[in-house]
């Protein structure tokens, strides 16, 4: 008795090619076939174009959020004053930093002073957020010491103030002029506050990739913050930079234990949680809606099986009559859909990565054909539309894609396999 074929033999991948590169006159669906394989192109190009800008432009926020922001901030819940003033300064910053400092997985704690002050320079104002720290601090901040844009010579932070891009930009600043900083809480005098008024060289101009901090954010020497805010010998809070940032939770016990009874923390996390939420449902939901997309493309393949089917009916009868079997003849079947889901799932990956790969060029000829300002970045908080191709993305992108094509091939297979050779010579 003669052995039953190997499943996917040499011949059932003859037969298959076959009636894939058939022409329509000789009853084969090549125009429904090339209509398949685009349409799963597309569809796995537009995921993992949507992956790899999701990817991006989280790993964008986050590391401009972790460039130039505290990952935690420690701070007073504040002590009452006999006149019922909440005072939330912290008195004892040098030994509460250096408490903070010794917490496993942080890398640096260092006080800071914050207020709100107007800048001012030839007619032109802009109100921005101080941030008092010292020197040796912000050296160790990589969006603002280590900015792709820079100005001036941070080495001389001492000597004057740094200033966002943004801010320089509204107030037509270079470095080397001075600015007038404009406070309202300033001098106290028998007639009450007056206005503080200095004037500071700025020696740093910075661009630290997010427009809502660039266009708001000055930094100034730790000492001259305090006397100017009227902070002398506190500071407002401790900024902690720690290790591992993704994990700061793991933290969160140990950095309350070194803040002591008073002290309360702040993650980066919280401060940007919800809009990382949202991130989150976004990215599901858009998964959601592509695979959608995906599984429409992959339906072509159905139809154009089926029609294969139905335009091979003889040659289903003959091949069952000559001795394939049931199982040979599916697999016939599943080969012509599986290739085209193959093909085209490969297409779409080399077209998605090419996107990510080269996204800058692609988004500057679409600014520029549709006369530029189609990003805008006091919108969306970042200056660049940006991209990030990972392994995991690709590699969800193609199983969706395969399982899909191999998943509604088989039913089309499956009815030619159990046709009938009878009924399908009958009128032949």
């Given at each position: 008795?003669?052995?039953?074929?190997?499943?996917?033999?040499?011949?059932?991948?003859?037969?298959?090619?076959?009636?894939?590169?058939?022409?329509?006159?000789?009853?084969?669906?090549?125009?429904?076939?090339?209509?398949?394989?685009?349409?799963?192109?597309?569809?796995?190009?537009?995921?993992?174009?949507?992956?790899?800008?999701?990817?991006?432009?989280?790993?964008?926020?986050?590391?401009?959020?972790?460039?130039?922001?505290?990952?935690?901030?420690?701070?007073?819940?504040?002590?009452?004053?006999?006149?019922?003033?909440?005072?939330?300064?912290?008195?004892?910053?040098?030994?509460?930093?250096?408490?903070?400092?010794q917490v496993p997985g942080v890398i640096r704690a260092a006080p800071l002073v914050k207020g709100q002050v107007m800048a001012s320079l030839r007619q032109r104002n802009a109100g921005v957020e101080v941030f008092g720290i010292k020197a040796e601090d912000i050296a160790t901040l990589?969006?603002?010491?280590?900015?792709?844009?820079?100005?001036?010579?941070?080495?001389?932070?001492?000597?004057?103030?740094?200033?966002?891009?943004?801010?320089?930009?509204?107030?037509?600043?270079?470095?080397?002029?001075?600015?007038?900083?404009?406070?309202?809480?300033?001098?106290?005098?028998?007639?009450?506050?007056?206005?503080?008024?200095?004037?500071?060289?700025?020696?740093?101009?910075?661009?630290?990739?997010?427009?809502?901090?660039?266009?708001?954010?000055?930094?100034?020497?730790?000492?001259?913050?305090?006397?100017?805010?009227?902070?002398?010998?506190?500071?407002?809070?401790?900024?902690?930079?720690?290790?591992?940032?993704?994990?700061?939770?793991?933290?969160?016990?140990?950095?309350?234990?070194?803040?002591?009874?008073?002290?309360?923390?702040?993650?980066?996390?919280?401060?940007?949680?919800?809009?990382?939420?949202?991130?989150?449902?976004?990215?599901?939901?858009?998964?959601?809606?592509?695979?959608?997309?995906?599984?429409?493309?992959?339906?072509?393949?159905?139809?154009?099986?089926?029609?294969?089917?139905?335009?091979?009916?003889?040659?289903?009868?003959?091949?069952?009559?000559?001795?394939?079997?049931?199982?040979?003849?599916?697999?016939?079947?599943?080969?012509?859909?599986?290739?085209?889901?193959?093909?085209?799932?490969?297409?779409?990956?080399?077209?998605?990565?090419?996107?990510?790969?080269?996204?800058?060029?692609?988004?500057?000829?679409?600014?520029?054909?549709?006369?530029?300002?189609?990003?805008?970045?006091?919108?969306?908080?970042?200056?660049?539309?940006?991209?990030?191709?990972?392994?995991?993305?690709?590699?969800?992108?193609?199983?969706?894609?395969?399982?899909?094509?191999?998943?509604?091939?088989?039913?089309?297979?499956?009815?030619?396999?159990?046709?009938?050779?009878?009924?399908?010579?009958?009128?032949?």
């Amino acid at each position: 008795m003669a052995s039953s074929p190997v499943p996917f033999s040499r011949f059932e991948w003859m037969i298959a090619w076959r009636y894939l590169r058939a022409r329509r006159a000789e009853g084969g669906v090549s125009v429904m076939t090339w209509i398949s394989l685009i349409g799963i192109a597309l569809a796995v190009f537009a995921l993992i174009a949507t992956l790899a800008v999701r990817s991006g432009f989280r790993s964008e926020f986050v590391g401009t959020i972790l460039g130039a922001n505290a990952h935690v901030t420690v701070y007073s819940v504040g002590v009452v004053q006999d006149g019922g003033r909440i005072d939330r300064t912290i008195h004892d910053y040098d030994a509460l930093a250096d408490r903070v400092a010794q917490v496993p997985g942080v890398i640096r704690a260092a006080p800071l002073v914050k207020g709100q002050v107007m800048a001012s320079l030839r007619q032109r104002n802009a109100g921005v957020e101080v941030f008092g720290i010292k020197a040796e601090d912000i050296a160790t901040l990589p969006g603002i010491a280590q900015s792709a844009e820079s100005y001036g010579d941070l080495s001389r932070f001492g000597d004057g103030i740094a200033l966002g891009s943004g801010v320089a930009r509204a107030l037509g600043v270079s470095v080397g002029e001075r600015v007038k900083l404009i406070s309202p809480n300033g001098v106290k005098t028998a007639f009450g506050t007056s206005p503080r008024v200095n004037a500071y060289e700025v020696v740093y101009i910075f661009s630290a990739g997010r427009y809502d901090i660039d266009r708001t954010r000055v930094y100034m020497p730790f000492a001259e913050a305090q006397s100017y805010f009227n902070r002398e010998g506190v500071a407002d809070e401790i900024e902690v930079m720690v290790a591992q940032p993704e994990q700061v939770e793991t933290l969160t016990g140990p950095l309350l234990e070194a803040a002591g009874d008073l002290g309360r923390i702040w993650t980066w996390r919280d401060a940007s949680g919800g809009f990382l939420r949202a991130l989150e449902v976004e990215d599901n939901v858009m998964f959601i809606i592509l695979s959608i997309l995906v599984l429409i493309a992959a339906m072509n393949i159905v139809s154009g099986l089926i029609m294969l089917v139905k335009n091979k009916g003889r040659d289903i009868g003959i091949l069952r009559t000559i001795g394939l079997s049931e199982g040979s003849v599916l697999r016939v079947f599943f080969i012509c859909g599986a290739f085209t889901g193959i093909i085209g799932t490969g297409m779409g990956v080399v077209l998605g990565s090419l996107f990510a790969i080269y996204i800058d060029p692609i988004f500057s000829f679409v600014n520029y054909a549709m006369g530029g300002g189609v990003w805008d970045p006091s919108i969306r908080g970042i200056y660049a539309l940006p991209a990030e191709l990972h392994l995991n993305d690709v590699l969800s992108a193609v199983g969706l894609s395969l399982g899909l094509s191999f998943f509604v091939t088989y039913f089309p297979a499956r009815r030619a396999a159990r046709m009938n050779p009878v009924e399908a010579l009958r009128y032949e």
